[in-house]
DNA sequence: GGCCAGGACACCA
DNA sequence: TGGTGTCATGGC
């Protein structure tokens, strides 16, 4: 894939859709809770979750991981898989306290070499969620793959239809610049662009990056 | 009333 | 190692 294409289709979804003020979290902590509670899930019923766990003002790490696991279930019911849900991130915060003490911040210091492999040990933390709290709370210069990105990427047959995580993640981080910030714009408008204009239905054509990006200086 | 959402994991051949 | 089932709520 060539350089200019990638950084011009990042211009044309900006121009559409403008910045996404993504993630949408108070705190770095906040975001890491709402990577796993948003797992094939509506980002809305996360918000709800979200908001039961402020209000019980358990969203901290040190109240999350003395809480107990039922009634964390409880709380995060209407994120849906709510017991696989609360087992998961009682792993998350149990990784947090157990290697940096429940600090964030040392999290933070960390280089994306060692820390990646050790989050993606985490059960429930794969690929996908891995680098979301990566780019969205410790600000690390990894580009997030999702379903959407897989789908349009493929469907205009930038990239192949099943190609692996990190094959598509490594085209995306070389060939742009390794900017958080871009980083996080681009997935968001990527997100966006999936839910406003691509289907699931293949042969929507109004659904393609190419399509979409007919006008010259774009191609 | 069915489909789907900002996945990950267990299980099986 | 690749395919399939499972986990579940809420909006449309």
């Known amino acids: 894939m060539r350089k200019y294409l990638l950084v011009n289709i990042y211009k044309r979804l900006y121009k559409k859709f403008g910045p ?3 993630w949408p979290g108070q705190t770095p902590f906040e975001v890491m809770v709402g990577a796993v509670l948003t797992q094939n899930t509506a980002w809305t019923n996360v918000e709800k979750a979200i908001r039961n766990l402020r209000r019980e003002k358990v969203l901290t790490p040190a109240r999350l991981n003395g809480i107990e696991i039922s009634k964390l279930a409880l709380l995060i019911r209407p994120a849906g898989y709510f017991n696989v849900k609360a087992k998961r991130l009682k792993s ?3 990784f947090l306290f157990n290697e940096y003490k429940g600090d964030l911040r040392r999290m933070r210091r960390e280089s994306i070499k060692t820390l990646r492999p050790k989050l993606l040990g985490v059960h429930g933390v794969g690929p996908e969620t891995c ?3 990566l780019l969205y709370a410790l600000e690390k210069p990894v580009f997030v793959i999702d ?6 990427f493929s469907r205009c047959g930038v990239a192949k239809e099943n190609i692996p995580y990190e094959e598509l993640q490594s085209v995306f981080m070389k060939e742009l610049p390794k900017s958080v910030r871009l980083y996080n714009e681009y997935h968001a ?3 966006q662009f999936g839910k406003d204009l691509c289907r699931k239905d293949p042969k929507c054509g109004q659904c393609c990056i190419k399509e979409f990006c007919k006008n010259k200086k774009f191609r």
């Open 20 to 22: 996404r003020g993504w």
């Open 92 to 94: 998350l915060v149990g």
């Open 131 to 133: 680098d979301s709290i």
């Open 147 to 152: 379903a959407y990105t897989k789908r349009i």
């Open 189 to 191: 408008l990527i997100v």
